[in-house]
């Protein structure tokens, strides 16, 4: 069991940054890749990037691509997401989830995902 909080969300201007924090309880957070998902009122939840559990790899969804950076820290059981150059196309609730394939990071359908955080909202100004 997995159980995933997301913070860092917030208000931001269009071009401007935030970086959103995924803490996540249970000692085999390790195993599991992570992934980062996010919804905007009306819309399919779409994936924004993954992560594989030894953090050698990432994968980004093309909305995304060289604005956004996946991270992650085993040792604290936390993974964040780095937005930048934030267009106001980026507000949504950002989710973060769990895949118990650790290895892989490619997996870009939510169903493939094991365990989800609430949501954090992520609101750009333009």
């Known amino acids: 069991q997995v159980q995933l909080v997301e913070s860092g969300g917030g208000l931001v201007q269009a071009g401007g940054s935030l970086r959103l924090s995924c803490a996540a309880s249970g000692r085999t957070f390790g195993n599991y890749a992570m992934g980062w998902f996010r919804q905007a009122p009306g819309k399919e939840r779409e994936f924004v990037g993954a992560i594989t559990w030894s953090g050698a790899s990432t994968y980004y969804g093309d909305s995304v691509r060289g604005r956004f950076a996946i991270s992650r820290d085993n040792a604290k059981n936390t993974v964040y997401l780095q937005m930048n150059n934030l267009k106001p196309e980026d507000t949504a609730v950002y989710y973060c989830?769990?895949?118990?394939?650790?290895?892989?990071?490619?997996?870009?359908?939510?169903?493939?995902?094991?365990?989800w955080g609430q949501g954090t909202q992520v609101t750009v100004s333009s």
């Open positions: 989830a769990a895949d118990r394939f650790g290895h892989l990071g490619n997996r870009v359908a939510a169903w493939m995902y094991d365990y």
